[in-house]
């Protein structure tokens, strides 16, 4: 197979060329190194590069500005959401900043009212201290979105689906919208990754991960990525690395890569253990409502079997109160209490109290967020296992 170095082509047409998802999972940017013919791309850990005199280097100065296993990285996260570059940071927050970066006081962002809750904590207590401006609308309805935009308005920032409740917005709906008002959209594709769900394909301007979560796949490292469509996004971004310096480390760089070659087949089992846990909490007497676009009674069931190609593993479920989840939470053996999502796996958390604690019972009662949700990251583990630790945690 004829490897392409570089950043890949981006046309309709020369996509349908390309090799297929997970051969560029594993091949785009992850060539084998030109010095040893080392398979893995090598972790460059040097903090700066040797010049060969005034003004002429070999296009590498200081670690902050760019590295050899970033560039790399880069490349490959591009080429999976079909964009023309990506820049990573060294979080997803972080990510998510350095596009707040690109914009002034004035500047206006319309938004999902329905966030992971570090967005809206970022965007109420820091970013409008800088003059930008935030609205929350519910995105599901791409009508909303259309009488938030304004004169001053920048950036469509939409979570498809939402994180806890599942909302499936659409995105070539929204897409139109803001081009037909010249605005950017911005997808944050965390949940359903590249694998199921491609944004960029449907109109988005920019797209969004916690490499943290999916593409890192394995729980040991922290990191978030902006993949861009044009160069000049990219070149503000790589500006911003620069300038503010959260890039991702070199190590943190490598155990992504690693996560990507394996990304295909594990959110097939992902994918697959999920649909099965879902109807499982469907079925089960302790169980109130099930918040999962793969069951047919999600009100953007149809929607998400449009515009994604699986339907991951993310499932939010309500218990009823805040003593039942506390009692369920106590009693999981298989499954793991904590933070995050994305990993091997299961994982298991409580909205209220950890993921969207920073909303206020107010704020959460606003979007629909109870004390008796619990959101659970299906694992790739053996599902019969999985169901029965959810059955006697629930029973």
């Given amino acids: ?236 971004l790589g500006f911003v690395q620069k300038a503010a310096g959260a890039i991702l480390s070199p190590f943190e760089c490598w155990l992504v890569l690693r996560g990507t070659k394996t990304l295909a087949v594990r959110m097939l089992q992902h994918d697959c253990n999920g649909r099965q846990v879902a109807e499982f909490l469907a079925a089960h007497n302790k169980v109130k409502a099930v918040f999962y676009p793969g069951l047919k009674d999600h009100p953007q069931h149809e929607l998400a079997k449009r515009q994604m190609s699986g339907f991951g593993s993310m499932i939010t479920f309500e218990t009823g109160s805040l003593a039942n989840a506390a009692k369920m939470l106590k009693r999981v053996r298989v499954c793991s209490l904590g933070e995050s999502l994305g990993g091997v796996e299961t994982l298991i958390s409580h909205p209220a109290t950890m993921t969207h604690a920073a909303l206020g019972e107010k704020g959460r009662k606003a979007i629909g967020i109870t004390d008796g949700m619990v959101r659970i990251s299906v694992g790739i583990e053996n599902v019969e296992d999985i169901i029965a630790d959810l059955n006697q945690a629930l029973t």
């Fill in 1 to 236: 197979m004829k490897k392409e170095s570089g950043l890949r082509r981006t046309t309709n047409e020369q996509r349908r060329e390309s090799p297929g998802f997970s051969t560029r999972a594993i091949h785009d940017g992850q060539e084998p190194d030109p010095l040893t013919g080392a398979v893995n791309v090598p972790i460059y850990a040097s903090s700066t590069y040797v010049q060969e005199e005034l003004g002429k280097n070999k296009g590498y100065e200081y670690a902050r500005v760019t590295n050899p296993t970033r560039d790399r990285l880069e490349t490959n996260l591009a080429s999976l959401e079909g964009g023309v570059a990506s820049r990573v940071f060294a979080s997803g927050m972080a990510a998510i900043n350095a596009i707040c970066a690109m914009y002034k006081s004035g500047d206006h962002v319309v938004c999902g009212h329905d966030l992971y809750g570090g967005v809206p904590r970022l965007f109420n207590q820091v970013l409008s201290g800088y003059g930008v401006e935030f609205t929350y609308v519910d995105t599901s309805d791409p009508k909303n979105v259309e009488r938030a935009i304004r004169k001053s308005t920048r950036m469509v920032y939409v979570e498809t689906p939402t994180n806890p409740l599942m909302t499936v917005s659409d995105i070539a709906a929204i897409a139109r919208i803001c081009r037909s008002k010249k605005v950017e959209l911005v997808v944050d594709n965390t949940f359903m990754s590249p694998y199921f769900q491609q944004p960029i394909a449907l109109g988005a301007d920019m797209v969004v991960h916690s490499t943290t979560k999916f593409l890192n796949g394995h729980s040991d490292g922290l990191g978030g990525v902006v993949v861009c469509t044009r160069q000049d996004q990219a070149e503000q």
